[in-house]
């Protein structure tokens, strides 16, 4: 497989990453809703595209999206293009209405789709069980793998999977999203949030304190008064601690594409691997890039993206473009 060599447009950063996220036209694909009920009571909506393939690829997104993302449903379509059905899952509250408990969902929550793996292991018929991660979602995927060890394979049927533009370094994420170079993405992921926590608030009145949101700046601030508190963490601090990907690496037992590009604006640089972790697991194959923004990596033209035909390749042990 070539390396990713955008044209001249998609060398600058924050147009591939605004491109893939806001302008990219994902056609042809049809979604079937399932409605996933959780062991405590609460949901999650599932977006499947079914192909007739004798694998599924789960698919995980990132913070505030959901499977009707341009990124999503380009990989469903790559996927299904290449014999793979595809199962976009919409985090808590992600699927167009609010869920039903105060918790909703975090970068280090794997609880979820280790329910969801096991389903599909116990009742759904499929020779490959395959895995997708972008952003967020790509973080949790890690987290889950590395959590599993060995069982990922044995216990669930977990073939391979793939993650990209992963914060596997929350922390430094964090950072990176705070800096004065990326407003307009705080901006928007705050005003999201905060609309997210307006619903929730309708449904618990008595939980949720907005009094003082707006004055809220950054990402971190968010996470100190909201995220960490709604989701058992005394800070920010402890939350990027528990949530990263990055530690659990050394436990991940299958193999694993991870894709970081380190024009990437939204990652700092503990979340690309020095020397020594890269050749800490011979499970993870690390690729990163001179250029591809976040979750960006496009082209113009209607066919796959790069990241989306590297991965199906890795899926399907076929070399080349």
């Known amino acids: 497989m070539t390396a990713y060599k955008p044209q001249r447009i998609f060398r600058n950063a924050h ?10 036209n994902v056609s042809d694909l049809i979604y079937v809703r399932k409605k996933f009920e959780l062991e405590d009571g609460d949901f999650l909506d599932l977006d499947l595209s079914f192909t007739g393939g004798k694998s599924l690829a789960v698919i995980l997104h990132g913070l505030e999206s959901s499977a009707g993302r ?15 059905d595809a199962m976009c899952v ?44 972008f952003s967020l979602g790509a973080n949790v995927l890690l987290k889950f793998l590395g959590e599993e060890g060995t069982n990922a394979k044995s216990g669930y049927g977990i073939s391979k999977a793939a993650a990209v533009s992963v914060p596997c370094d929350l922390a430094s994420a964090s950072k ?5 170079g990326n407003f307009i993405y705080r901006k928007r992921f705050l005003k999201k949030l905060g609309k997210t926590l307006a619903r929730k608030k309708e449904l618990h009145p008595d939980k ?14 968010y996470d100190d008064r909201y995220t960490s508190v709604l989701h ?40 690309y691997p020095d020397e020594n972790e890269a050749r800490e697991n011979d499970y993870i194959d690390w690729i990163v890039t001179k250029f591809g923004g976040h979750v960006g ?6 066919g796959p993206f790069w990241h989306e035909k590297r991965i ?10």
């Open 208 to 221: 949720i304190n907005l009094s003082d949101f707006k004055k809220i700046k950054t990402l971190k601030e």
């Open 297 to 302: 990596f496009s082209s113009i033209g209607n």
């Open 232 to 271: 058992g963490f005394s800070d920010s601090n402890e939350y990027y601690e528990k949530a990263s990907s990055k530690p659990y690496l050394r436990g991940i037992s299958i193999p694993v594409l991870i894709i970081n590009a380190l024009d990437d604006p939204f990652l700092g640089k503990e979340c």
């Open 15 to 24: 147009v591939n990453t605004v491109y893939h996220s806001q302008v990219r």
């Open 90 to 133: 919409n985090f808590r509250g992600c699927g167009g209405e609010p869920n039903r408990l105060l918790r909703f969902y975090h970068s280090g929550d794997t609880e979820d789709v280790r329910q969801i793996i096991r389903q599909i292991s116990n009742e759904m018929d499929y020779e490959n069980i395959f895995m997708v991660g």
């Open 312 to 321: 199906c390749g890795h899926f399907t042990d076929i070399d080349g473009i």
């Open 70 to 84: 341009p990124y999503m449903k380009g990989m469903a379509k790559a996927l299904n293009d290449s014999g793979i």
């Open 176 to 180: 990176a999203l705070d800096s004065s």
